[in-house]
C-alpha cells in the first residue's frame, strides 16, 4: 500500500475502532459455488474483512469471517489465496497468514510472519506451486508453507520489499519494489522451485510490481516508477532467455493473462479503465474492457475465472467508502455486482466452485 490511499486512510483512523471478538457469532449462509471478496480495510484499524456472493442465490454476506469465527481478520487483508481446500488470506498489518476451511470460512491456523526477535515481516502476495504456498515479504524474503502442516518450511532471501510473484515452469519471479526505501529496487528475483533458492536477478524497471505468466514462457512485469520524474513502464521477459523482448510507457496497478491477451488496470497514474492489451506490442485491443457504460471509480484488484472468460474489476472507489465488486463476461458486459460494505478496499476475489 503506498501514497494516495495512506493519506486517505490516516485522515480517517480515528473514526474506526478495532475489530473486537464477537462471543455471539451471526448465523452465516452455507458456502455453496460463488466468489469470496478480500477486503484490506484502512491502514491501521484493525478491520480487513471477507465477503461472500452467493452465485445460486445472487446475495453477498458481508463480514463472513467474522460472522463465522467470532473475530475479525486483522488488519491490512492484502492478499487472497484459493488452493487445496484452504482459503490463505495473508494480513500484511497484523503479519501472519490466515488459513480457514474454504467450505466453512473456519479458521484452521494462524501462520505468523514474525523474525526471531519478534519483528514483523510484513507478509504481502501468495501464490501455489506443488503442495506449497509461496508468500512475500516486505523483509526481503519468501516463505515456502507446506499445506499439510501449515508451518514454514524456509525463507528464501530475494530483493527489498517484494511484492507480486508469478510462476513459470520451475521457476518463480518476484517483483522487488523497493518501495519502503529511500532508492527504490529495479529487480526480479528468479526462484528455482526445486531448491528454493534465488538463482538470478533481472534489472526490469524502478519499482516493480505487478506481474503475470503467459503461456508460452513470457512474463509481464508492471514497474511503477518514482511517482513523478520516472514513468511507469510494463516489461516482457522470456524466461528462457532471461531477457527483456519488449519495454513501453503504460502505467498497470494489476495484470493477467488470458485468452492470449493481457488486461491491466491502470495504477496509480494510470487510466481508471480496464485495458486489453496484446502481449506482441502492447497495443491496445480495448481502451476500455467494459462494453456497457458500467462505470468503474478506482479499479483496484482483477480476477479472471478461466472456465468462462468472466472478469472480476474490484473497485476501491476513493479509498475511504465502501467498495463494490463488479462481474463482467469476456465481452465486456456486466453480469452482477455486489458491495462488500461494511468493508474498505477490495482488491482480491477467489472463485470458489461446489
Partial sequence: MKTKRFIAAFAL????????????????????????????????????????????????????????????????????????????????GSSYVEVADAKTALSIAKIPFKTASNVPRQPRYAVAYKNKVLVSSYDGTVAVIDTTSLSIEKFIAVGSNPEQMAVSGTNLFVANSGGLNPVMDSTISVVDLLSFTETKKITVGLNPGAITADDGGNIYVGCTGNYGSIKPRLVKINTATYNIVKSADTAVGKIRFFGGVLYATGGYLGSPNLRKLSTTDFAQASSNFVADGTSITLPYGLNIDPANGDVYVTDAKNYITSGEVFCFDKSGKKKFSFSVSPGFNPNTVALIKQ
Fill in 13 to 92: 483512523i480515528t473514526f474506526f475502532a478495532a475489530c473486537k471478538k464477537n462471543d455471539n457469532p451471526v448465523e452465516t449462509p452455507k458456502i455453496t459455488a460463488g466468489v469470496y471478496a478480500l477486503s484490506e480495510g484502512l491502514y491501521n484499524s484493525n478491520n480487513a474483512t471477507l465477503t461472500f456472493y452467493n452465485f445460486s442465490t445472487a446475495t453477498a454476506t458481508t463480514d463472513y469471517y467474522a460472522n463465522k469465527n467470532g473475530s475479525g481478520l486483522g488488519d491490512s487483508g492484502n492478499d487472497l489465496l484459493l488452493y487445496g481446500g484452504k482459503l490463505y488470506v495473508v494480513m500484511n
